[in-house]
C-alpha cells in the first residue's frame, strides 16, 4: 500500500528537485542529492514514508542547519570564515566556556536544566518556542499548539517536570495597520486577537500560569507576527537525566493521531506563500494535554518508565526516531489510536497531532503504567519496542514502511557553506531641544507609544496566578496595575513545601528596532535588560541563565545572514560578559512574505533572549513602584548621546543617531552591588530604564506607587554635555533608578561605592512627577493624567 | 490530641486549583487529598469516609458545553453522598469551577428536589479575567466559611463565567433575607445579580463562591505585597479553610 518512489535512485538533479516540490519536503538539492546516494548504495528505491522522515529529520525546524552550517561572512571589507558554524562558535561556545556547574543538562534535551533552590534537591527546567509560521495562517490555532508544544517540552525534558509558569512574548503590526496586504494575508488585528485568544483559553485551560511577557509592535511584523511561548519546570534532580534501553516498550500517551499537522516541520522551514497548507496547523485540546500532564507527573513520581519525549514538530517520526538514535526501534503503527480511519500509514509518522507524549517503559512497569493512564482517562498505545539494530524499523501491520539506517538519518545531512554580508550604517550625534514645556508633552506621547504603553487588557485575560506560586505579579503596585520588570515565582505547587522560600525570577529582553541599526548591539542589549530586568525584583544575577530565540527572514539573504552572525556574536559576548550560560535555544527562519506590491518582506531581524535567575528568599523581593514620600531616589549607570531607535526618536522622527552602546563590564559590576544593597535590605523599590528613558521609568514608578516624585537634573551623570531632552529621553542601557530610605543614605553611598551613581532627587506626597535642572522647572506633570495617557492605548 | 480534620478536595480532567487548595487547607491545619472524580463515582474513594469537601477551581472536561456542566453530570452520580454529606453539617465550599458544580446540582442555592435555580454564566465583559477585587462581608450570614473576616476582604477572580443570574425573584428574596448572600463584590467584575460573589445554604455549612480563596492563603499573595502598608495586613483567603476547621472542633 506504500506508494514507492521507483525510479528515485535514477532521477537527474533537476527531477529530484521537482519532486521534493510537489511533496512539501523543503530539502535543497544537495539533500536530494544525498538521500539519492543513500539509497543507491543500499539498492533500494525509498518508500514514501521513508522520504517524509528524512525531509522531517532535516528540515530547518528539526536540525537547525542554517546554525550548525559553515558561513563565509564579509563584514565590511573584512572576510571571515566560520568553519564550524554559528551554534558551536557563539552561544554553545560561551555556555562551554563558562563551564557553570548549576548548569545540569544544556543543549541536548527538549529543554535547559539548572539547579534549583537548596540542598541540589530540585531542579528547573526553561524552553522557550516560537510558533510564526501557523499564528501567520490560523492565529488561534497556531497559538494555542505552540503552548502545548513548549509544555510539553518541559513534560519531555529528562523524566519530565512540573511546569510551574508560562511566559509569552509577541511581535505584531500595530492593531490600526492601514497599509495594503496581499490578498491571502490575515490583518494584524485579526492575528493579535487569535493569538492572545489562543494562548489565554490553552494556557488557563493546563493551569499553568502565564506570568511574564512582552509585546513588540512593527510595522513589518504585518505578514509574519512572532510567537514566542515558552516554559518553566520544577523537577527533582533525579528526573534530568532520560537513559533509552533497548527491549523497553515504546508506549505512546495522550491524544489520538489524525490527519491534522502534516508537514508542520517542514512548512516552518519554507516561506508562507499564498497556497501554504492551512493541514500544516495542528489541532489543539488542552484537556487532552491537561490529562497527559497530570498523568504523567504521577507516573514520574513512581519512577515507571526511563525515558519520555514529546510529539512536537514531525509527530512519531521526530520523536521516536530521536529516542531511538542511539539503539534502533521497532515500531508497528497499526498500533496507533487514530482520529479517522482513512489516514494513510506514512501520515500516521509523521502527523503531528496534537498533545502525545512517548515512553519507554520497561515490560515489567507496564501494568502499573496502565493503571495510572487509565485512571486518569489518558488513551495510550504500545506501539512497538527499542532494539539494539541502530536502525529506524517501522511497518504498519505487515508491510515495513520504513527502513533507514541510524547513520544516515541522523548524519547524513550535507553541510553547506552560507553567505554573509555586513555593511555598517553610518549613525551621527543627536539633537534634541525642544522648549521646556514641551517635554511633558513628549513623556505624554512616550508612555502611549505602542512599545511603552500598559499590557494589562492582555495579561489580566491570562489566569497568572493559578498554581498560588505568583508572587510578584506582572502587574505591580497600590492598584495592581504597574508594569513590573519581572516576574518572582514561588514553586510551591511542585516542591510541596510552604516552609521553603526559594523562588526564581523570569524576564526577557527584546528590542528588534536596535537591530536595524546595530544587530551586534541588539543583542548586548537584550541580554543587558534580561539581566536587569532579573535584578530590579532582586534576583540573584550572578547564577543567570539565558535562553536564546533568533526569529529571522530567509537564510538565503546574506545581508540578513550578517545581521544574524552579529546577533550571535553579541550573544556570545553578552553570555560572556554577563557570566550568563545559555542553557537551550532555538531558531526560526523563513519569517518572511510577499507583500501587496509582490516585493519580499522579511520581518526585522529579532533576538529575544529569556532570562531566568535564582530568588532565595521571596519575602525579600522588590518591586516599581514608588514606596513612601520622603524616600530618596537614586539612578545608578550613565546617560548617553543614544537617542537612536529610541521611543523619543520614532515621536520626532529622529533618524540615523547613536543606538545604545552596552559597556557590559561596567553594568554588571554596578549590578553587583546594587545586588549587594538589596541582600543588607537597603533598597525599597527598583526599576530599570527602557522605554521612555529616565523621564519614562520616572514617571512608571510614579503613577504605579501613587506618589509624586521630584528630581533634578543637574547631577545626572552624562557622558559628555547632553541637553535636557537627551537627559530624559535617551534610551542608554544599564541603567536603574532605585528607592531608599534617607537614613539609609551612608549605607547606600559605601555598597554602590565604585560604579556611577548619584542621588538625584525624592519621593513625595503630592501627585505630581517635577523635573528639573537647577531651579528650571522642565516637567511638572499629574501623574494620574500620565498614567492615563500609558493606559489610554489599545494594544489589541 | 484530636486527629486532625480530613479534607476531600475532588479533582478530575482540567480541574487546576487542587494543589493550592491543598495547601491551603494544610496551612489551615487540616490533612488533604486530591481524589479524581472517577475514585470517587466508581465507588472506591467513598465523600462520607471526610470532614471537609472541597470542590476546586479549574476548567473541568474544558468547560466543554458550559462551565461545570460535565462535572456536574458525573458528581451526579453520587447526589446521595454528597447531600448526606451536607446534611450532616459537614463543611462543603465550591470555588469557581466548584462553585458552579454546586449550583447546577442544585445544592446553591439550596433547593429542592434538585431544581437548579441559578446559573453561572459569561462575564458581560465577554472575556476571562484574572483580577484582585474587594467583597463585602455580610456579618449576619449563617456562612461557617466567613465568620470574623474584616468588613471589606481583597480576593483575586480569574473566570470567563462568573456572572451568576437568578431568574427566579423569590429565590433571590429568600437569599437576601436570609442573608445566604456572605459575600458581594465592591465594584461588580462580572454584571453578575445583586453584586453576589458567594452562596450558601440555610444551615451555613455549603458554601459557594466565584473568586479563589485558595489564592490568598499566603500574604505574599497579594499583589501589593512589597508596599510597607501591606506589612501586616492578614491573607483573609486563609481564614475561610481556617474556619472550616474551627468549625470542626466545636
Known amino acids: ?796 | 490530641m484530636k486527629k486532625k480534620a480530613k479534607a476531600l478536595v475532588v479533582r478530575t480532567a482540567g480541574i487546576n486549583c487542587d494543589i493550592e487548595t491543598k495547601l491551603a487547607l494544610e496551612k489551615a491545619g487540616a490533612v488533604a487529598e486530591l481524589i479524581h472524580t472517577n475514585e470517587i463515582t466508581s465507588g472506591k474513594t467513598k465523600i462520607l469516609n471526610y470532614d471537609i469537601l472541597i470542590f476546586p477551581g479549574g476548567f473541568s472536561y474544558g468547560d466543554d458545553i458550559a462551565g461545570g456542566k460535565i462535572w456536574s453530570v458525573h458528581i451526579d452520580k453520587v447526589y446521595a453522598d454528597v447531600k448526606k454529606f451536607i446534611d450532616s453539617g459537614r463543611p462543603v465550599m465550591g470555588i469557581c469551577n466548584g462553585f458552579q458544580v454546586l449550583t447546577k446540582l442544585g445544592f446553591l442555592p439550596e433547593s429542592k428536589d434538585k431544581k437548579q435555580t441559578a446559573s453561572l454564566t459569561f462575564n458581560d465583559s465577554g472575556v476571562f479575567i484574572d483580577k484582585w477585587v474587594e467583597l463585602k462581608v455580610n456579618k449576619n450570614s449563617p456562612c461557617i466559611f466567613t465568620k470574623n473576616l474584616n468588613d471589606i476582604i481583597e480576593l483575586p477572580i480569574a473566570h470567563g463565567e462568573g456572572k451568576i443570574v437568578i431568574d427566579d425573584k423569590t429565590v433571590l428574596e429568600e437569599l437576601k433575607k436570609n442573608n445566604y448572600i456572605p459575600l458581594t463584590y465592591v465594584d461588580n467584575p462580572n454584571g453578575s445579580v445583586l453584586d453576589i460573589a458567594g452562596v450558601c445554604n440555610k444551615r451555613g455549612n455549603c458554601f459557594g463562591l466565584m473568586p479563589h480563596p485558595e489564592r490568598y492563603a499566603s500574604p505574599l499573595h497579594h499583589p501589593s505585597w512589597t508596599r510597607p502598608q501591606m506589612q501586616k495586613v492578614k491573607a483573609a483567603g486563609l481564614e475561610f479553610f481556617k474556619n472550616a476547621v474551627e468549625y470542626l472542633k466545636d
Open chain 1, 1 to 796: 500500500m506504500e506508494r514507492k518512489l521507483k525510479d528515485f535512485t535514477s532521477l537527474s538533479a533537476s527531477a529530484l528537485c521537482a519532486l521534493q516540490g510537489n511533496c512539501g519536503w523543503s530539502l535543497c538539492e544537495a539533500e536530494m542529492l544525498a538521500a539519492q546516494k543513500y539509497f543507491k548504495t543500499i539498492g533500494r528505491a525509498p518508500t514514501q514514508a521513508e522520504m517524509e522522515t528524512v525531509a522531517q529529520t532535516w528540515s530547518e525546524h528539526c536540525k537547525h542547519k542554517t546554525f550548525n552550517d559553515p558561513i563565509s561572512f564579509q563584514n565590511g571589507n573584512k572576510k571571515e570564515l566560520i568553519k564550524e558554524g554559528l551554534f558551536k562558535s557563539t552561544v554553545y561556545k560561551a555556555t562551554k566556556k563558562l563551564n557553570k556547574k548549576w548548569c545540569l543538562s544544556v543543549f541536548k534535551d527538549n529543554a535547559g536544566v539548572i539547579e534549583f533552590g537548596k540542598d541540589k534537591k530540585w531542579a528547573l527546567a526553561f524552553k522557550a518556542e516560537t510558533h510564526n509560521h501557523p499564528c501567520a495562517v490560523e492565529p488561534y490555532g497556531g497559538a494555542e499548539t505552540g503552548v502545548g508544544g513548549v509544555v510539553r517540552d518541559i513534560l519531555g525534558v529528562g523524566l519530565g517536570a512540573k511546569p510551574v509558569v508560562n511566559t509569552d512574548i509577541f511581535c505584531f503590526a500595530p492593531p490600526n495597520y492601514s497599509k495594503k496586504l496581499p490578498p491571502a494575508a490575515l490583518h494584524p488585528k485579526r492575528i493579535i486577537n487569535g493569538v492572545i485568544d489562543g494562548v489565554r483559553d490553552y494556557g488557563n485551560r493546563l493551569g499553568i500560569p502565564t506570568a511574564a511577557g512582552a509585546v513588540w509592535y512593527d510595522d513589518d511584523f504585518a505578514l509574519n507576527p512572532l510567537v514566542f511561548v515558552g516554559t518553566i519546570g520544577i523537577m527533582p534532580t533525579w528526573a534530568v537525566h532520560k537513559k533509552v534501553y533497548p527491549g523497553d516498550l515504546v508506549v505512546a500517551i495522550g491524544g489520538r493521531t489524525g490527519r491534522d499537522g502534516l508537514h508542520g516541520a517542514t512548512f516552518s522551514s519554507a516561506v508562507i506563500e499564498d497556497a501554504s497548507e492551512v493541514s500544516a496547523v495542528q489541532i489543539g485540546h488542552a484537556i487532552n494535554e491537561k490529562k497527559v500532564l497530570d498523568a504523567m507527573m504521577k507516573l514520574q513520581a513512581k519512577k515507571l518508565y526511563r525515558a519520555v519525549t514529546d510529539c512536537g514538530a514531525g509527530g512519531f517520526s521526530s520523536a521516536i526516531g530521536e529516542l531511538g538514535s542511539e539503539c534502533g526501534v521497532n515500531i508497528d503503527l497499526k498500533k496507533a489510536i487514530l482520529k479517522e480511519s482513512k489516514i494513510q500509514p506514512w501520515e500516521i509518522w509523521v502527523s503531528e497531532s496534537q498533545e502525545r507524549m512517548i515512553l519507554c517503559v520497561p515490560p515489567k512497569n507496564l501494568k502499573a503504567v496502565e493503571k495510572i493512564l487509565k485512571a486518569e482517562d489518558c488513551e495510550y498505545a504500545v506501539l512497538g519496542k527499542f532494539t539494539k539494530t541502530n536502525k529506524l524499523e517501522v511497518y504498519f501491520g505487515k508491510d515495513k514502511i520504513v527502513d533507514l539506517d541510524n547513520y544516515f538519518l541522523h548524519g547524513g545531512v550535507p553541510k553547506i557553506v552560507r553567505r554573509a554580508i555586513w555593511q555598517t550604517p553610518k549613525l551621527k550625534a543627536s539633537k534634541l531641544n525642544l522648549p521646556a514645556k514641551k517635554y511633558g508633552e513628549l513623556l505624554q506621547k512616550c508612555l502611549a507609544n505602542l512599545n511603552a504603553c500598559s499590557r494589562e487588557a492582555i495579561i489580566r485575560q491570562y489566569d497568572h496566578e493559578v498554581q498560588g506560586g505568583t508572587v510578584v505579579k506582572p502587574l505591580q503596585g497600590i492598584k495592581h496595575d504597574g508594569p513590573g520588570d519581572a516576574s518572582v515565582i514561588w514553586p510551591v505547587s511542585a516542591t510541596g513545601n510552604q516552609k521553603d522560600f526559594n523562588g526564581f525570577a523570569v524576564s526577557h529582553g527584546i528590542n528588534p528596532e536596535i537591530g536595524k541599526s546595530d544587530p551586534y548591539q541588539m543583542a548586548l542589549n537584550c541580554c543587558d535588560e534580561a539581566v536587569r530586568n532579573l535584578l530590579c525584583v532582586g534576583a540573584d544575577i550572578n547564577k543567570t541563565a539565558f535562553l536564546d530565540n533568533f526569529c529571522w527572514g530567509s537564510p538565503e539573504n546574506p545581508k540578513l545572514m550578517g545581521a544574524l552572525v552579529l546577533t550571535a556574536k553579541g550573544c556570545y559576548d553578552g553570555a560572556l560578559a554577563y557570566g550568563a550560560p545559555f542553557i537551550s535555544g532555538k531558531d526560526s527562519f523563513y519569517n518572511q512574505s510577499k507583500d501587496a506590491a509582490g516585493k519580499d518582506l522579511p520581518v526585522p531581524s529579532t533576538i529575544l533572549i529569556s532570562a531566568t535567575a535564582p530568588v532565595y528568599d521571596v519575602r525579600r523581593a522588590i518591586t516599581m513602584d514608588l514606596k513612601e514620600a520622603g524616600n530618596d531616589l537614586y539612578i545608578v549607570g550613565l546617560t548617553k548621546d543614544e537617542l537612536g531607535r529610541s521611543t523619543a526618536a520614532q515621536i520626532l522622527g529622529i533618524k540615523d543617531t547613536f543606538v545604545p552602546v552596552v559597556d557590559a563590564k561596567s553594568a554588571l559590576a554596578a549590578y553587583k552591588k546594587i545586588y549587594g544593597a538589596m541582600q543588607k535590605g537597603l533598597i525599597k523599590t527598583a526599576h530599570d530604564l527602557s522605554q521612555g528613558g529616565l523621564a519614562g521609568a520616572l514617571a512608571e514608578m510614579a503613577f504605579s506607587g501613587g506618589l509624586g516624585a521630584e528630581i533634578n537634573l543637574n547631577a545626572l551623570p552624562c557622558k559628555g554635555k547632553l541637553s535636557d531632552g537627551q537627559k530624559l529621553f535617551s534610551e542608554s542601557a544599564s541603567r536603574i533608578i532605585l528607592e531608599a530610605s534617607p537614613k539609609d543614605a551612608a549605607a547606600i553611598s559605601k555598597a554602590l561605592k565604585g560604579s556611577v551613581f548619584v542621588k538625584i532627587g525624592k519621593v513625595s506626597e503630592g501627585k505630581k512627577l517635577v523635573v528639573k535642572y537647577g531651579k528650571k522647572e522642565i516637567i511638572a506633570q499629574d501623574i494620574n493624567k500620565l498614567k492615563k495617557s500609558w493606559q489610554s492605548t489599545a494594544v489589541m
